[in-house]
């Protein structure tokens, strides 16, 4: 069951992270998979961790039509920086992972921009790192009711 609620709480995120949005709206979307993964990187490294990252990452690559692999090395990584500072920062205070995830979610976004620029002729613009500060008002809204989850299910 508890294998279950974490598979389903990463299949939303995918869900919400492909949901069309208003061209305005668009450039502000949290980059839920990468929080969800977070989360339950935080809570669980021994069952959530980088190669859940890294097929959630391949899913993300084809339901987004962008080059295979590229958000599967963005995730994969960010998650193994989360993976092996896990026990400190599941101890800060919700403001301060928040701050965390800024920093996790530019990363990506950056790992994400520098791959495509190889591999395609794409620019970067301001509006471009808005995900990074929305995912981490987001943050404080998710992490409560994913606990709660985990609560609610006995999910250990």
């Not at 295979?68 to 960010?78: R, S």
Request: net charge positive.
């Amino acid at each position: 069951m508890s294998s279950l609620v974490i598979a389903l709480s990463l299949l939303v995120a995918m869900v919400m992270a492909i949901l069309p949005l208003p061209l305005g709206i668009d450039a502000f979307r949290p980059d839920w998979v990468l929080l969800v993964i977070f989360y339950w990187t935080l809570a669980l490294p021994h069952r959530v961790s980088v190669g859940i990252a890294w097929l959630c990452g391949m899913m993300i690559d084809i339901m987004l039509g962008s080059t295979l692999g590229v958000h599967a090395l963005a995730l994969t990584l960010v998650t193994y920086v989360a993976t092996m500072n896990f026990q400190r920062v599941r101890n800060f205070p919700v403001w301060q992972q928040a701050g965390v995830v800024v920093i996790l979610v530019a990363a990506k976004l950056l790992l994400v921009f520098w791959v495509e620029h190889l591999t395609n002729d794409v620019v970067i613009t301001g509006r471009y790192f808005w995900p990074a500060l929305t995912s981490a008002a987001m943050w404080f809204w998710l992490f409560p009711l994913l606990r709660r989850l985990r609560r609610r299910f006995r999910i250990r």
